[in-house]
């Protein structure tokens, strides 16, 4: 069963067809058979799964109702606490530091009777691209054809495509889920700022601005049609959470859906790979009646990357020195890289930072005005393995720009999907489309036309670590 998809599973389940009991076996099956290789989950909850889902199978057995995602295993990031389980953050620091409660996203999911079956792996304190922490160690692509799952939700993702889990929940600040998910051949929501209640403090400190305002809890499954179900359930409000807000899941039809096509974001480049998904992708929209055209870009990319740039390092030089003793060499590297490229500011700019952030919003508010979604690339380059070689200046800055569309929109805040649009030479390519605040129904919409033409491309069945 652990080849269904989520739906597929809850359907099972409430009509009996499956108990609870028997998904959650498979999985932890599935779990035993190939997380060795692919080491993407860092602590199964055999247990507790087994528990709860003997309680919705008692609930069901008499008569009670069960809920919308009853049965369905998901993961968690490693730093989106789990009751009674340690957050550990990928680093020894936090090895021991059990979570008293679930954060407001596993509430919710737990709430509609999905059950977290394990943790996942990201990178040492969410810090850099590439799915490797302390405690843990590497994760594998499943694919095969490559070894980067990407990140940093990319203990998500690999579970997910593998079929370890039906749904792994992650969060994102400038593609981290959507980058697992292009790696993956799955898909991957980054919702609007406010729409989905979280809860991201590290060690009780509360964030500090920039991680008030850009990173967001989001979903990573199989099939659009999952992540909209994960959609329904996550979306609220949770006093925990004064960010998020009661909005309707969807809004008002549009009589000509509009999508605004940027293949190259900021003139950089882009790689022939990624022009060819997204040529696909927006044929597949017009087919299925969308207005496809191409624009020159979105508003101010060049700017939104500066100002993100400025928002997050000024934040973390303070904290630096502190942080700084948790990481190891290679784990640190990333940071301290992106902070040669662009120093953390005086209080001067930084406040200057924040008024550019406003401005630049109103320009995408405007743009979106027009063109209520965006078709565009998860990255510029395809998916891909690090050389090896040790991580340098040019490297680091490469490796963000190819991601620049993912971390303009987290600094606007806009809700985008992840998509698959098919494997090229073996290795999954994708898309993702972006749209007005508040219209992941928009978002969510687009992507299944394009799923509906590509198909559902994981779980990937036979397992095996891509050679260098």
């Known amino acids: 069963m652990w080849n269904l998809t989520a739906t597929e599973m809850a359907a099972a389940v409430r009509s009996g067809e499956h108990t609870a009991a028997e998904v959650v076996e498979t999985h932890l099956e599935r779990i035993a058979a190939v997380n060795p290789t692919v080491n993407a989950v860092t602590a199964v909850l055999g247990d507790s799964a087994r528990a709860a889902a003997a309680d919705i199978d008692r609930r069901r057995a008499s008569g009670e109702p069960v809920g919308p995602l009853?049965?369905?295993?998901?993961?968690?990031?490693?730093?989106?606490?789990?009751?009674?389980?340690?957050?550990?953050?990928?680093?020894?620091?936090?090895?021991?530091?059990?979570?008293?409660?679930?954060?407001p996203t596993v509430a919710r999911l737990r709430a509609a009777d999905a059950i977290p079956i394990g943790h996942a792996n990201m990178p040492d304190l969410t810090i850099g691209g590439?799915?490797?922490?302390?405690?843990?160690?590497?994760?594998?692509?499943?694919?095969?054809?490559?070894?980067?799952?990407?990140?940093?939700?990319?203990?998500?993702?690999?579970?997910?495509?593998?079929?370890?889990?039906?749904?792994?929940?992650?969060?994102?600040?400038?593609?981290?889920?959507?980058?697992?998910?292009?790696?993956?051949?799955?898909?991957?929501?980054?919702?609007?700022?406010?729409?989905?209640?979280?809860?991201?403090?590290?060690?009780?400190?509360?964030?500090?601005?920039?991680?008030q305002l850009i990173p967001k809890d989001g979903p990573l499954a199989r099939s659009v049609t999952d992540l909209r179900a994960a959609f329904e359930v996550l979306a609220g409000t949770d006093p925990r959470d004064p960010r998020a807000v009661p909005v309707p899941l969807d809004g008002p039809p549009l009589p000509t859906p509009r999508v605004a096509v940027v293949a190259d974001p900021g003139g950089l480049g882009v790689h022939p790979r990624v022009r060819a998904a997204i040529d696909t992708a927006a044929g597949i929209l017009t087919d299925a009646g969308y207005v496809v055209e191409t624009v020159a870009d979105v508003p101010r990319t060049a700017d939104g990357l500066a100002t993100?740039?400025?928002?997050?390092?000024?934040?973390?030089?303070?904290?630096?020195?502190?942080?700084?003793?948790?990481?190891t060499e290679d784990s640190a590297r990333h940071m301290?890289?992106?902070?040669?490229?662009?120093?953390?500011?005086?209080?001067?700019?930084?406040?200057?930072?924040?008024?550019?952030?406003?401005?630049?919003?109103?320009?995408?508010?405007?743009?979106?005005?027009?063109?209520?979604?965006?078709?565009?690339?998860?990255?510029?380059?395809?998916?891909?393995?690090?050389?090896?070689?040790?991580?340098?200046?040019?490297?680091?800055?490469?490796?963000?720009?190819a991601r620049r569309l993912c971390t303009v929109s987290s600094l606007v805040g806009v809700p985008a999907v992840a998509v698959p649009t098919g494997p090229a030479d073996g290795v999954p390519m994708g898309v993702q489309i972006l749209g007005r605040p508040f219209r992941?129904?928009?978002?969510?919409?687009?992507?299944?036309?394009?799923?509906?033409?590509?198909?559902?491309?994981?779980?990937?069945?036979?397992?095996?670590?891509?050679?260098?």
């Open 440 to 468: 992941e129904d928009l978002c969510l919409a687009a992507a299944a036309a394009v799923e509906n033409a590509v198909g559902v491309l994981t779980p990937v069945f036979d397992v095996a670590p891509a050679g260098r």
């Open 130 to 211: 590439f799915t490797d922490s302390q405690l843990f160690g590497a994760t594998v692509n499943p694919w095969g054809t490559i070894r980067d799952p990407s990140g940093s939700s990319g203990g998500d993702g690999a579970a997910v495509a593998s079929g370890m889990a039906a749904i792994g929940l992650g969060n994102d600040a400038g593609g981290s889920v959507r980058g697992p998910a292009l790696h993956g051949g799955i898909a991957a929501l980054n919702p609007t700022y406010g729409r989905f209640p979280c809860e991201h403090r590290v060690g009780g400190r509360e964030p500090t601005l920039a991680s």
């Open 336 to 401: 301290e890289l992106s902070m040669q490229h662009q120093p953390p500011a005086d209080l001067r700019t930084y406040l200057q930072a924040t008024a550019d952030r406003h401005a630049i919003v109103r320009d995408w508010h405007r743009f979106l005005a027009e063109y209520p979604l965006v078709l565009g690339p998860v990255s510029t380059e395809p998916p891909g393995d690090h050389d090896g070689a040790e991580l340098d200046r040019e490297q680091n800055l490469r490796l963000a720009l």
């Open 308 to 327: 993100y740039g400025t928002l997050i390092t000024s934040e973390f030089g303070p904290a630096w020195p502190g942080i700084r003793p948790l990481l």
């Open 70 to 103: 009853a049965g369905v295993p998901f993961t968690v990031k490693e730093n989106i606490d789990i009751a009674g389980v340690a957050t550990t953050h990928g680093i020894p620091h936090f090895r021991d530091a059990v979570a008293d409660t679930d954060s």
